[in-house]
Every structure is written in C-alpha cells, then in structure tokens.
C-alpha cells in the first residue's frame, strides 16, 4: 500500500497514524492499564466489605483534606504545611547531595580499588561487611555523629547509595579488556589518556549498572531517614505526620507520590545510560 | 643480510595454581631478518603465541632474551605493534579515532597536520573511507581486522606481530585480507611474524615458516623456506613446484605432532607374555604391494602364533614417518627400504647416526621407473633415449620421484641415469614424495617420472599417465626391496620378540610366495587399512600384457620375490653397496669403520636362528660379487676403489661414524 499524503484529507492522515500507533502500541499499553485497574478495584473492594480498616483508593478524592492536598500540590504555607510537590522536592533535593556525593566517593574509590589488587585485597571484606548494614542502622550512627537532622539524612543516603556505585565500579575497572590493555600498552599510552580513553570508557557500563541500582536504594532510603528524623520538610515526614495525625488516605496518596518519584528516577538514569553508552557496550 | 630481530635460547615456565609450573616453551633459538614475513604454526596450546607476546614485549620469557635490533626487549613499545586475533578496537571511538589514538600517541613528534593526513592515508590503504566514522561495532570482523592493521600500519612499526589475524574470518574475507596484507607488506618492506594454524596461510604469506611442536616444552621442530618468488599471487603460488610440498611438508609436521600427542597418552610399557619379553608391538609399514608379508602375518595370524598377540600395524604414508617413528621410539619395528638401517646408523637422519639392526629381507625386485606418457610420443625408450632428450631440450629441468633417499629407488633411479651419463642432480632434479601420491603429481605434471614399487607403476600404466620404462629386470635383477628394520637397543632388551617377529614374517612370506594365495593377498592388500586401491593394481605374479601395453615390446616383468633361495637372508654384499651409493651421491659421508656398521646392522645370526627354529635348514643364499644391468662388479672388499672408480658422483667423504656403545634401552 503507497501512502500519498499530498492528496488526502488530514483527518484520515490522522486516523490512519492512530490505527498503526494502536496496532503497534496497544497491547503494550492497554495491558498495563488493565492490570492496574483491577488491582485498583480489589482494593476498593476490599476496603468497601470491611476485610481491611485500610480505605480505598477513591478515599483520596471523597476525603476532603487529601482532596485538596491532591489537587494543589504547589501551595506553601510556610513552616512544615507545604503541598505534596515541594514535600517531594526537599526529599529529592537531599537524595541529590546525598547521591552525587556517593557517586563522586564511590566512583573514584571504585577506580582506586580496581586498579590496585592490593587495595582490593586489604578493603574488600570492610566493604562486604558495611554495605551489609541497613538504612535505618545507620540513622541513629550519623545523629549522633553529625549533630545536624539535614546533615544525617543526607549521610544516610550517602552511606546506602554509595556501596553498589563503589563495587560495580571496582568489577567494572577490573573486567576491562586484557585485549584493550595489551592495546594500551604496545602503544605506550600515557597515563592520563588511558584513565579518558580506555578507563573510564571501558568501566562505564558497569559503573551506570551501580549509578542505577543506586538511585533506587537512595530514594528508599531517604524516606525511611525522614521518617525517623522528625521536623523535617520531605515527603517521608510528611507521611510519618499524617499516620500520627490518622489521616490514613494522605499516607496513601504520599506513597503514590513516592512510587511514582522512584519510577521516575530509575527511567531517568535508564535514559541517560542510552544516551551515553555506546550501542554495544549497554 | 643481518639479524633484525634475534630470539634467544627461550624458555618460558608458567607457574600453575596448583603449586607447580608448566613449561610453555624451551630453548626456542629464531633470527629474523630485516623485511622477512615469518609464520608461527603448530597446534593450540603449543606456545605459538606466547612466543609472540614475548617478541611484543607483552610476556617476558623465563630464561633467555629477545632482541630488536640489538637492543633488549623489556616491555611492549610502538616499535613491535600486534595485531589481535579479536581485532582489540576500542568500540567507544570511531575508526578514524581509534587509529588515531595510536598515531596521536605513537607519533607525537609529528605536526598535528601529519598525523592527520597519516591517519587518513591508512583508512584509504585499507579501504574504508566509507566507514571511517562509524564505531566499530557496525562493523563486519573483516573491516574491523582492516582497521586493526591500518592502525598497527600507521604508527609505522619496525615489526608487525599478527595474533592469528584473519582466524575468526570467512573463507572469502580472509583470502581477500591476505592479498592486501601481503600487497602492504611487500610496499612497505614490513618486517612481520604472524601466528597461525592455517597451512595454506602460512605458505602463501610467508617466507619462512617455523613448526612448532606440542607442548608441554615445545621448541621449533623445524624451519621451512618458501622460494615462491614474490610479489605472489594465490593462482599462481597454487601452482608453484614448491607448493604441494611444502604444503604436505606442513601438514606432515602437524600430523606427526598430533600422532605424538596420541602416543604420549597411551600406555607404552611392555607387556611380556609367552617367553617374550614385549608382545605389544608397534610395526610401521608404508602402503605398497610389498607390504604384503606384514598384512598377511597380521591378517593369517602368524604374528600370534609367534606369541606376539597384540601387534598393531602402523600405516605411515611416507618413509619420513617410519624414520620418525623409529627415532622418536614410538615404533618398534618397521618395514623399511632396503638402505635405511644403513643409512641410520651412519647418521643419514638429522646427523645423528641412530644404530640400527636388520635380520630379514623381506621382499626382492618389484620396483620399477616410470615416466611419464609424454616421453613415450617422444621415443624415449630407454636411458639413452632419454638422455638424448635431456640433450635436445637444454631449457627443460625434467623432475623425478623418489621416496626416500636411503630407499631402493633412489639408489636405483640414480644408477640407471648414472649409468647413461645423466646426472641425477645436475641434469634432472630428484624430489622426495610419498609413493601413494606419486600418480596424481605425474597426472597432474609437477613430475615427470618416478621409481617407486608396485602398484604405483601398474596403475600409471594402466590409467595410461604414463609408462614402465625400465623394471628391476633392467637395473638389477633380484635387488632387496623391504627389510625389517629396528633399533638395535631394542633388538638387545627384547631379543626373543625379535627373533619372534622374524619367524613369523619368515613365514608370512613363505606363505606370499605361494601361488596359491595370490588371489586372497590381492584381496587384503586392496583393503583400506593397507594399500587401499583397486584390486586389479595389485599383482603378485605376473601382469597379464594389457598392463604394459604403452611398451612396445612387452617386455618382461621382474615381479615380488618374497621367499625362497637366497631371498631373505640378510646380505652384508648388498648392505655395503647400498652404503658406497648413499655415499656416493652425498647422502652420507663414508663410513671409515664401514665393517663394524656392516656388521652392526646386518644380523645374519638371528636370521639364522629363525630359519633354524622353522625348520627351514635348507634356506641357501648367494654369496660373491653383486652384477649389475652395466656389467660393473661390486666386490665387497674394497669399496672405496669401486667409489673412486665412478664417473658421476658427488664428492664423497670418508670418515668415522661415532656410533655410542650398545645400550640398553629403558
């Protein structure tokens, strides 16, 4: 069949681009649709016939607080009484410094540890050993620690984030390519441009494969830190504030926030590692 | 010319986890020369490339050095640059910016601008202009094998080290990739070595290829030059003289190397049974009529009526692999050409005189010398006539096929022309080649004749390539063909078996020589696992005169003599004349004590016990002078007059072979 656009009317132009969109899309769409539907409706059910004190998910719109909260997102009032957008931003703001910095620690140590067996050897069973320990333990450490609510909780997500970014980085450094060293050393490359050329360029798959497992445990765990660190503006206290307050449908609306927030930042570092990694390396 | 890269006296030992050390590669010793393309080839495992890592520089060796232009190698550097097997491009950067990492790197010096133009000039040598942005990850293994060896190129190496560079290639891709290698090397007078295990590869890029054998310690088990004038082309390197055997030589090696491997894994240690001090023999014979005495033993069972019931016939497919065999020990006994013990133990094999000892002829006559159908058009009848050929054709070099240099048909060949004034090296060139392959090469025209033994011939004639010019009847009429041959440490720690295996192949040609069996040995004969060909190629007795119909009077035959009167009595006469003609062309010097290697090899006494213990008293034997078709006497007690008294000859030495004092064997 010859399309010939010239000649037909713009609406079946339009038409037929929504048939071939639905015939190529909309299992991949319509599926998950329904699957979120139904789940939707077993809960409401559920909630409706009594099995669960929980409320169900049209709770958010019959519950006039979280009504409100779910329709203006960007209202400040000052203090700790800010809408469930800037709730979400302080959070994600902590799990930025949070994150870069592990990034920034775990990457360059991960290189360090790669290139030298000895290091390796004598860090290895430390490393094993601390990123073991939960989120939550570290908590009360850095309170006490660092003295400081903001400063702990970005420690926290420090601490969690940076362990996969650091041993992924070291596996990636170390399972480079005899084949591309041997390359680098007939050619007596300098240090310095091996470390940009053949280094890094070499590591990065893993290293992204750390920066995404990373950026999940951040999030998680910057709301469990909020949750414990109270009097503070994030999303986490927000949803600690609300189940002390029994404003149960407000907790089920702060957990769709985080939800979708953590799906978001995953897809986001997804895309980047396309746009950075060269076809066959990802 | 001078040595550009020296490799000294190598060893490499790998330390194993378990604790212990492998040893890679001993004692390898190589010269290269300034512009030379040599290629490494051997099995997998056999060191090849980590003899290649050692010249780069990437693996220093245990023991020994590697030198580049007199300086030592120490660790990798631009000068020595590899091609990987798996191409090694780094896939983040394009083509153009992968060969210019290395250029920017290697030829820093350069104005930006040179090296940009460098970089541009070796993706156009390879020709990938088209491709020169794209990441080498779109790219085929064959494109991407190109832009490894335009970056090796552009950073102009001294040396070019190939990693099996065209391995991972289809058939198409890597003929294609050889003709540009070897256009760019022979522009750019590379200096090269290349690992590879493809025989064809190696013939038509190299200039010499090194063997090397199976590890553990493997060394060089030998270098071959390849005279194939360059610039080649792969038609014409196909149909280079040289070519097939260098070829078969490769193959032969690699072969060999495998066989090794086999025999090293198998159990060698001797199994005495019956009163014999070892029943499991390993006996080497080549496919030939006259193997009929060893087949027969086998297939009629006289080899277990002698007790020794665990023989297996080795077929070899060449006279080299029976001597290999023998002195490499994984051979007990073996057929052999009548000159070979001799020319053993006077140190014919690689200089080293291995004392050899022979009790049994087992076959007489049954050779002839063929040439090819063409010569028949032309009026060559005889040795004269061809002679009077070689004459009117100045600008003709007529090839012949032999053997072996220590075989009958060598020595034959050689008296024939000699006799009629051809020099057998001057005016004609002798090669050695297989006898099952001596019909295709006449087919096919790489030689021109051949003395060999039947059924090489026959099926020549019969297939009308070419014809029996002259037969045994001609040269001399009754002159040993195959003798049994072993070393003599080993005739001294199994002398029963010894005696064992000459009885039952005594009987085996007993039974041969009967006309009554004819038909049945032509049928085991034809067999796979000995001859291997038609059934109507084997005669025993007489052929029926179609055979020969290309001669003109059928003339007569001098057919097998496997027993009888004086047949196979070993004869120290005959084991001296073959002596004084291996000397007498070279192949040998003359052996001062000549009566103790005489006398060494050639065991009447245990023939005698033999024949005594069969009961066959009766068994007479000529003795005297041995005559020749040209009417000139061989008298046994002085040898060095008959030498002198020649007219074509090489100039012959005479001097001590050092033989070691009878050992043992292990």
Known sequence: MVANPGTRPTGSNFADFARTFWKKQGQNIMLPLIGVLVFLVVWQLLSSTGLTRLPGPLSLVTEQRTRELLLYPFYDLGGLDKGLFWQTMYSLGRVAKGYTAAAVVGIGLGILVGTNQTINKAVDPIFQFLRMIAPLAWVPISLIALQNVQQAAIFVIFITAVWPILINTTVGVQQIPQDYKNVARVLQISPRKYFFKVLIPSALPYIFTGLRIAIGLAWLAIIAAEIVMSGVIGIGFFIWNAYQNNYVSEVILAVFYIGAVGLLLDRAMAYLQRMILPEEQR | ?666
């Open chain 2, 1 to 666: 010319m001078s040595t550009f890269v020296a490799v000294d006296q190598i060893d490499k030992v790998f330390p194993l986890s378990g604790g212990g050390s492998y040893v890679a590669l001993k004692g390898i010793d190589l010269h290269i020369k300034k512009g030379e393309f040599i290629s490494l080839i051997g099995h997998s495992g056999c060191g090849k490339s980590t003899l290649l890592n050692m010249i780069a520089g990437l693996d220093l060796p245990t023991e020994g050095i590697v030198t580049l232009e007199g300086k030592l190698v120490k660790r990798p550097g631009p000068d020595r640059m590899v091609v990987f097997q798996n191409y090694s491009l780094l896939p983040w950067m394009s083509v153009r910016e992968n060969i210019a990492l290395a250029v920017d790197e290697v030829l820093a010096a350069l104005p930006k601008q040179e090296r940009r133009q460098i970089v541009e000039q070796h993706i156009q040598m390879v020709g990938l202009q088209h491709a020169a942005d794209k990441p080498p990850g779109q790219l085929s293994g064959g494109m991407k094998q190109r832009v490894a060896i335009a970056r090796a190129l552009a950073t102009r190496p001294k040396l070019l080290l190939l990693d099996e560079p065209f391995g991972a290639l289809d058939a198409l891709t890597r003929g294609n990739l050889q003709e540009q290698l070897m256009k760019i090397c022979e522009e750019n007078e590379v200096t090269a070595v290349m690992v590879t295990h493809d025989v064809d590869e190696a013939v038509l890029l190299s200039d010499r290829i090194v063997m090397l054998t199976n590890g553990p310690a493997s060394k060089i088990g030998g270098i071959l030059e390849v005279d194939i004038p360059r610039p080649r082309k792969r038609m014409d390197v196909v149909s280079h003289p040289s070519y097939y055997s260098l070829r078969s030589e490769l193959i032969y090696f690699l072969n060999q190397q495998k066989r090794i491997k086999k025999l090293r894994a198998k159990k060698t240690t001797a199994i005495a049974r019956h009163g014999l001090e070892k029943v499991n023999l390993e006996l080497g014979f080549v496919p030939l009529t006259a193997c009929a005495p060893i087949a027969v033993a086998k297939e009629k069972g006289f080899f277990a009526k002698h007790g020794l019931d665990e023989v297996s016939l080795v077929r070899e497919t060449s006279w080299r692999g029976v001597v290999d065999g023998i002195a490499g020990g994984y051979l007990d006994a073996a057929q052999m050409p009548a000159g070979m013990p001799v020319w053993l133990t006077a140190g014919g094999h690689q200089d080293q005189p291995l004392p050899m000892v022979s009790a049994l002829t087992m076959t007489r006559n049954g050779n002839a010398v063929t040439l090819a159908r063409k010569f028949y058009e032309q009026g060559v009848y005889s040795a004269t006539d061809f002679k009077r050929l070689i004459l009117e054709t100045p600008g003709q070099r007529h090839t012949l096929g032999m053997v072996h240099p220590s075989s009958m048909h060598n020595l034959l060949l050689r008296y024939w022309l000699a006799t009629s004034g051809i020099d057998p090296d001057h005016d004609v060139s002798l090669t050695t080649i297989p006898p099952a392959q001596m019909v295709a090469d006449l087919k096919a025209g790489t030689i021109d004749g051949y003395c060999v033994g039947e059924p090489w011939n026959l099926r020549a004639a019969v297939e009308g390539t070419g014809f029996t010019v002259a037969t045994d009847l001609e040269i001399w009429l009754g002159h040993p063909g195959k003798v049994l041959g072993v070393r003599e440490d080993w005739a001294i720690a199994y002398p029963n078996t010894h005696i064992a295996l000459i009885k039952a192949l005594l009987e085996a040609c007993q039974y041969c020589a009967d006309e009554a069996n004819h038909q049945e040995i032509q049928q085991i004969l034809s067999a796979k696992a000995y001859v291997g060909t038609s059934v109507d190629y084997i005669k025993l007795g007489d052929p029926n005169t179609q055979t020969c119909s290309l001669d003109q009077p059928m003339r007569e035959y001098a057919h097998h003599l496997f027993y009888g009167e004086g047949v196979n009595r070993p004869s120290r006469t005959e084991h001296l004349w073959m002596m004084t003609q291996m000397a007498r062309w070279g192949d040998i010097p003359f052996p001062r004590n000549w009566l103790e290697i005489l006398e060494r090899v050639c065991r009447v006494g245990a023939f005698s016990t033999a024949a005594r213990e069969l009961g066959m008293v009766d068994i007479k034997y000529h003795r005297g002078p041995i005559q020749l078709f040209d009417g000139a006497k061989f008298d046994a007690e002085d040898p060095i007059s008959y030498l002198n008294a020649l007219s074509v000859k090489r100039d012959f030495s005479v001097a001590e072979v050092m033989l070691d004092s009878r050992r043992t064997a292990a």
